[in-house]
Nanobody
Framework: VQLQASGGGLVQAGGSLRLSCAAS????????MGWYRQVPGKERELVAS???????NYVDSVKGRFTISRDTAKNTVSLLMNSLKLEDTAVYFC?????????WGQGTLVTVSS
């Protein structure tokens, strides 16, 4: 399984960005897709996830601001990030878990400026 992340960039606080993660296989074959983020000196944290059945989960700090979705025709999972805050600045990674194996995409940097 290969995952290709894209969509990071520089945005002002309060703005929006959409991240995308394209999978090389059908999303229905991946049990869970997730977006993680990491800042220097801290552990990578799960931001949002979506299961093969479409169930979603969010970390409390992004609830109401971020939305994870999927396009099964394009095998793509997106993360729409609204009302971005300075503390959302991080490298964002997508991850897929299939039958106990984890697959990571490359990171994409999101920088939120004041």
């Amino acid at each position: 399984v290969q995952l290709q992340a894209s969509g990071g960039g520089l945005v002002q606080a309060g703005g929006s960005l959409r991240l995308s993660c394209a999978a090389s296989v059908s999303l229905f074959s991946i049990n869970v897709m997730g977006w993680y983020r990491q800042v220097p000196g801290k552990e990578r944290e799960l931001v949002a996830s979506i299961t093969s059945y479409g169930g979603t989960n969010y970390v409390d700090s992004v609830k109401g601001r971020f939305t994870i979705s999927r396009d099964t025709a394009k095998n793509t999972v997106s993360l729409l990030m609204n009302s971005l805050k300075l503390e959302d600045t991080a490298v964002y990674f997508c991850k897929g878990r299939r039958n106990g194996d984890d697959f990571w995409g490359q990171g994409t940097l999101v920088t939120v400026s004041s």
